[in-house]
């Protein structure tokens, strides 16, 4: 069975988020703090999770202002994405405070690094594709195993990065890089697994990783799309040392618009794919960078 087109939904309730719970991975940072506040806005609830212990008080502040004026709810977290045994005991102590189902992730959490490849440090190497890919992935898997449990749809919004499409002139970060072209295709691969039932072949061959895997009819479950959002090089903290540099105003004359972007641009197109706004895609990639890749 295919879930339903929602073809009667009004114009004005596509962007709406009524109703649902979206979780924010790295919900301390620029882009989820921007991203945040909007889904508030939208009528949906936040859960912000990051690594540090709690966000800075104005900024909470200001998103309590928010979903008070709004009549939706935020809450906040400590989690580190990498720590596996720690994502099921957070996520057990969210449940019980939700007042409407997840239906949508926004995975914001990553951090960069740079070095020129032939002294790349293994272990900084590591630590960037462990947060960002197997940290990113570690919360999808919570999140839809959320979705499944609840018997819900919904929509997970991975944030990748051009990055992932081309390599940054004037910057080495080949382990960023790599990350986050890796996050296109996770994203692929969970549309693949998490959009329809028919989508994978009965049984698995068992591996020398997975001697025993389940060989169980897959349960059926309502549909989770997935998307990559990739923005282009944004103007917060993350790009301060590049500013001091003079990365920034090089930048600028390498996008078709003059200017790097602002974390409030990405508000619009994260709705967007959050939203029965974006119902038919999955597996996509939504680039959003002023034209960089297309020059
Ligand atoms: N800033 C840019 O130019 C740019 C461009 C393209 C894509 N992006 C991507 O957008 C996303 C948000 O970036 P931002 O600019 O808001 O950066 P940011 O540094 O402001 O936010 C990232 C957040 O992730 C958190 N985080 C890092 N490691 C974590 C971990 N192990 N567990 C939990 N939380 C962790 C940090 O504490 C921080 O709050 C990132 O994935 C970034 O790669 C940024």
């Known amino acids: 069975m295919t879930h339903p087109a929602p073809v009667h939904l009004q114009t004005r309730e596509l962007f709406r988020l009524d109703e649902r719970t979206i979780l924010i991975s790295g919900g301390a940072g620029a882009v989820a703090t921007s991203v945040g506040e909007s889904i508030l806005e939208s009528g949906g609830d936040a859960v912000f999770i ?6 800075k008080p104005e900024t909470w ?3 309590q202002a928010i979903a008070a004026a709004n009549g939706t709810r935020a809450s906040y977290y400590q989690l580190d994405v990498q720590d596996a045994s720690n994502v099921d005991p957070v ?3 969210i449940r019980p405070t939700l007042r409407f189902p997840l239906r949508g992730l926004v995975a914001c959490a990553g951090i960069s690094g740079e070095s020129d490849a032939c002294d790349y440090p293994v272990d900084a190497f590591r630590k960037i594709l462990d947060v960002n890919i197997t940290g990113t992935f570690l919360i999808t898997q919570a999140v839809a195993k959320e979705m499944h449990r609840a018997k819900v749809t919904g929509s ?5 990065s051009m ?7 004037g910057i080495n970060t080949s382990a960023y890089n790599a990350s986050k072209s890796a996050l296109h295709q996770l994203a692929r691969s969970l549309a693949a697994e998490w959009g329809h039932p ?5 049984g698995s061959t068992p591996s020398e990783l997975n001697p025993n895997p389940s060989n169980e009819p897959r349960a059926i479950y309502p549909p989770i799309r997935v998307n990559t959002l990739s923005p282009g090089h944004i103007d917060t903290p993350i790009s301060e040392a590049a500013r001091v ?3 920034t105003s090089e930048w600028s004359k390498q996008n078709m618009l003059g200017r790097i972007s602002q974390a409030a641009e990405f508000r619009a197109p994260v709705l967007f794919l959050l939203s029965d706004g974006s119902s038919y895609m999955t597996g996509a990639d939504l680039r959003v960078d002023g034209g ?3 020059w």
């Open 50 to 55: 990051d690594m540090v212990p709690a966000p």
């Open 61 to 63: 502040k200001s998103i």
């Open 91 to 93: 996520f057990d102590k």
């Open 156 to 160: 997970i919004v991975i944030v990748a």
């Open 163 to 169: 990055s992932g499409w081309n390599s940054n002139k």
């Open 198 to 202: 028919q989508n994978t072949f009965l």
């Open 245 to 247: 540099r003079g990365l």
């Open 292 to 294: 960089h890749c297309a």
